[in-house]
């Protein structure tokens, strides 16, 4: 039978840490098992990017890829946008722009 499949007492918290790190250990952790348990590497990442910096090394330099959600990008261009935006109304109103 499968170790995966063995019944176990249920204890709730399996993390000691922040929040906020809780994503990046839980990455390292899937990634560190799935070589363990499995023989199997993953080349991808698709997660934040403390995630990322935790697993981008695991298997060897630079061995995993962070894939980007096209939400993250919109995200980001949005905000690049809004302050491009508010600088320009800045120098316009402060007289700076010819």
Do not use: P
Not at 23 to 42: C, H, P, T, W
Not at 46 to 54: A, M, V
Request: hydrophobic share 25%; glycine share 8%; aromatic share 12%.
């Amino acid at each position: 039978m499968c170790e995966l499949n063995v019944k176990r007492e249920h204890v709730c918290s399996n993390y000691k840490g922040s929040s906020g790190n809780m994503e990046a250990v839980g990455a390292f952790r899937n990634f560190e098992r799935s070589l363990i348990k499995r023989d199997l590497q993953y080349t991808e990442y698709y997660g934040d990017s403390k995630g990322f910096l935790q697993v981008k090394d695991i298997y060897g330099e630079n061995s995993v890829t962070k894939l980007e959600c096209i939400g993250h990008i919109q995200k980001k261009s949005r905000l690049t946008f809004k302050e491009t935006k508010k600088e320009h109304q800045r120098t316009w109103w402060e007289g700076e722009i010819n």
